[in-house]
């Protein structure tokens, strides 16, 4: 069965860090890009950050610059974002997406390039 699942989420305290994985089933994430986005209560969808085939190339949004980095392990068929330096307007339910990257040496933040989903965890930064 074709699967995305992230984890990793919770309740941290401002300045505080976590780390959420996306976990792939059903496929080979070999093929693929991945991104992360999020999205906040009355906020649209932002892509935050996408890392191409080969884990060479990632792309970040501004507001996570410096802060967020992501990964992938293909052998595990999972991709990573750390997140430090959390700040309470990073709150939001996060999501990892996939599609197909003919080009290995790029990746996409746009959300309507991505075919398929996670069901999204949720990040809550909160003193």
């Known amino acids: 069965q074709l699967q995305l699942v992230e984890s990793g989420g919770g309740l941290v305290q401002p300045g505080g860090s976590l780390r959420l994985s996306c976990a792939a089933s059903?496929?080979?994430?070999?093929?693929?890009?991945i991104g992360w986005f999020r999205q906040a209560p009355g906020k649209e969808r932002e892509g935050i950050s996408c890392?191409?085939?080969?884990?060479?190339?990632?792309n970040y949004a501004d507001s996570v610059k410096g802060r967020f980095t992501i990964s992938r392990d293909n052998a595990k068929n999972t991709v990573y974002l750390q997140m430090n330096s959390l700040k309470p307007e990073d709150t939001a339910v996060y999501y990892c997406?996939?599609?197909?990257?003919?080009?290995?040496?790029?990746?996409?933040?746009?959300?309507?390039?991505?075919?398929?989903w996670g069901q999204g965890t949720q990040v809550t930064v909160s003193s």
């Open positions: 059903g496929f080979t994430l070999d093929y693929y890009a």
């Open positions: 890392i191409s085939r080969s884990g060479a190339i990632t």
């Open positions: 997406a996939r599609y197909i990257a003919t080009n290995q040496a790029m990746c996409l933040m746009s959300s309507y390039t991505y075919d398929y």
